[in-house]
């Protein structure tokens, strides 16, 4: 979700030693822990023993495999405190959000599909619709090494995600996390190692973004990137060029719709949680919300109260709602867009700049007379400030929550859900809410993914699995025959039969309809 940061040395959150990478807490600037910057030549081994690894993982039945894999989801609620503290000072997010937000769907998605995956991934036979003689069947084949590139804003859910789906689809994977963030990804393999379970499988390279184009260069069998849209394009590309199939899950601009008959202090809540969960570096986050003219004043009053008694600060000192901006670079964004939309006649009714003193904190940050022409309503903010926009109609909201080039999820609020049904099946998302924010991002049953620049592919949902496998054809003879009517020799008398055979079964109510009807 959201995006991937790129190196540089004079940012603490991804400062670079002498061939390591240091890993900052973002709640206090001291040095957690530091990570090799590994050169091609080791990300290349690293895919070398992963595949050597899945030969012998792919063998077994996918029983086995869940049954393993479930393993390491009991391991990880073993150790969910230690887990989720190591979370919480990486990315400086609250505590309950790095246990809810990010172990607990973590377990879920791969229990899930440890439960369902083998019969997702079940040999079944396609009906013939005509060649009737024959037998068609579809088989599920681990495609290999999954290379799999997370982002830093959930650091432990985004490629647990994935890689749980693609060890139960008898893949191996090799990680490649955020240079922002990667103790947490070296945690995830270090319980999977303890667990017993096979070393080789689960790889991780480290570095920034030479390492990723190397891994794609490794000779993975897919790539799974989740970061921003200019990353994602890069990282399509050379997908592309070596043909390997991918998923890109890019960046949002997540609208919420407050129809006339909303439940006003649901959707309030709805949006200020929405907006500023994980400090809004959530690629799903609220980042605009539309508001009829009916009930804009009222929502717009509750979110600021709401938006003022949130607690901020260090999550290591006890508990608050928003913790540490995990990348600076988004405080400056989050400047640059409040300042844009003051200077085009927005309010500031909560926050509103950075916290000074230690850490990188910024207030949550409500902006109101919010108009289309300003950037904060038109591009990706990822971070704590969400715009309101009074509208004059349902319409007039669907207009502007489609006519931007980001489409990942979307939300709309209203007591009748029938009509909010109708108003959502025209919104351009991936996804879209009625009455609800975020949840879908760790809904293992239905596939989440985006529209336009936000991506494509998906993660999650039962065909998610599917696309971790190749599918194979296979195709069998019903009755035993030494010739065929339609081998060779070619003669005039079979043109003749095949001209009539033709008409007959595909003219208008002909054999083919007949038989289509019968099966």
Request: proline fraction near 5%; glycine fraction near 10%; charge should be neutral.
């Amino acid at each position: 979700m959201g995006l991937i940061a790129t190196s540089t040395a004079t940012t603490k959150s991804n400062g670079h030693g002498e061939g390591r990478i240091k890993s900052y807490a973002p709640a206090t600037g001291e040095v957690l822990g530091d990570v090799p910057i590994m050169t091609a030549d080791e990300v290349r081994a690293a895919v070398g023993r992963a595949r050597r690894a899945q030969e012998s993982w792919a063998a077994l039945p996918i029983e086995e495999r869940c049954d393993r894999v479930r393993r390491y989801a009991q391991a990880l609620i073993e150790r969910q405190d230690e887990v989720a503290d190591l979370l919480s000072r990486e990315t400086g997010k609250p505590m309950m959000e790095a246990l809810l937000h990010e172990v607990a769907p973590s377990v879920a998605v791969a229990e899930y599909f440890c439960k369902r995956g083998p019969e997702i991934l079940a040999p079944r036979e396609v009906p013939l619709g005509l060649m009737k003689h024959r037998r068609a069947f579809l088989h599920y084949v681990p495609r290999g090494v999954v290379g799999v590139i997370t982002p830093w804003n959930y650091p432990l859910y985004m490629p647990l995600r994935d890689i749980g789906m693609a060890f139960i689809a008898g893949n191996a994977v090799v990680l490649k996390p955020s240079e922002v963030t990667p103790l947490i990804a070296l945690k995830a393999k270090e319980v999977w190692d303890q667990a017993g379970l096979p070393a080789d499988l689960f790889q991780v390279v480290t570095g920034g973004g030479a390492t990723g184009g190397a891994l794609i260069d490794a000779g993975i069998q897919m790539c799974i990137f989740t970061g921003g849209v200019a990353t994602g394009r890069r990282v399509a590309s050379a997908c592309g060029e070596r043909l390997i199939p991918c998923v890109m899950e890019l960046g949002g601009k997540a609208p919420l719709i407050v129809c006339a008959d909303a439940d006003v202090e649901r959707a309030a809540r709805a949006a200020v949680f929405g907006g500023f969960s994980n400090g809004g570096q959530v690629c799903i986050s609220v980042e605009r919300v539309y508001a009829h003219r009916d009930v804009a004043d009222q929502l717009t009053q509750r979110m600021t109260e709401l938006t003022k008694e949130l607690k901020v600060g260090d999550p290591q000192k006890g508990a608050v709602d928003v913790g540490a901006i995990i990348f600076p670079k988004q405080i400056d964004v989050a400047e640059a867009h409040i300042q844009d939309a003051v200077q085009k006649g927005a309010t500031v009714l909560a926050g509103g700049k950075r916290i000074t003193g230690q850490g990188q904190f910024f207030e949550p940050t409500l902006l109101g007379d919010c108009t289309h022409d300003m950037t904060v309503m038109n591009e990706e903010i990822f971070g704590p400030v969400v715009p309101i926009m009074r509208v004059d109609s349902d319409e007039e909201a669907l207009r502007y929550a489609n006519q931007i080039n980001l489409g990942l999820n979307a939300y709309v609020f209203s007591k009748d859900r029938d009509y909010a049904h109708r108003l959502a099946e025209r919104v351009q998302a991936g996804s879209v809410l009625v009455n609800d924010v975020l949840i879908n991002g760790g809904m293992p049953e239905a596939p989440f993914g985006g529209v336009k620049d936000s991506g494509f592919g998906r993660v999650l949902g039962e065909d998610s699995l599917k696309e971790l496998c190749q599918v194979k054809h296979i195709n069998i003879d019903r009755f035993a025959t030494s010739n065929d009517p339609l081998w060779f020799p070619y003669t005039d008398k079979g043109l003749a039969l095949a001209r009539k055979a033709t008409k007959l079964v595909f003219g208008g109510g002909g054999l083919l309809k007949k038989l289509s009807q019968l099966f």
